[in-house]
């Protein structure tokens, strides 16, 4: 059975940082990403990788402030996020994909049950 846990998420203030840890068991993965989702709008990307982290790809919000990475051997991908904005405040989601890599929501067949974010001014 695959499943992806979440965990890592608080609340912070502005300007500080947090890091996310998302562990798959039941398999490996090829491509491993985070999305975010606040109340009554869509799942919005916020980055996603690649194995061997050759292929790295973030959303626009989130560039130069969060960075992903991926320890292979604990299958596990984690989120580091800098300079925290209230903006920031979300459900973060781990996901996971053995194909491909994408920016979409339908291009991810496997999700977390989803880790709070809560960032104050």
């Known amino acids: 059975q695959v499943q992806l846990v979440e965990s890592g998420g608080g609340l912070v203030q502005a300007g500080d940082s947090l890091r996310l840890s998302c562990t798959a068991s039941g398999r490996t993965f090829g491509y491993m990403a985070w999305f975010r989702q606040v109340p009554g709008k869509g799942r919005e990307f916020v980055a996603a990788?690649?194995?061997?982290?050759?292929?790295?790809l973030y959303g626009d919000s989130v560039k130069g402030r969060f960075t992903i990475s991926r320890h292979n051997v604990q299958n596990t991908v984690y989120l580091q996020m800098n300079n925290l904005k209230p903006e920031d405040t979300a459900v973060y989601y781990c996901?996971?994909?053995?194909?491909?890599?994408?920016?979409?929501?339908?291009?991810?067949?496997?999700w977390g049950q989803g880790i709070q974010v809560t960032v104050s001014s």
């Open positions: 996901a996971a994909e053995v194909y491909a890599i994408s920016t979409i929501e339908s291009g991810y067949h496997y």
């Open positions: 990788i690649s194995w061997g982290a050759g292929n790295i």
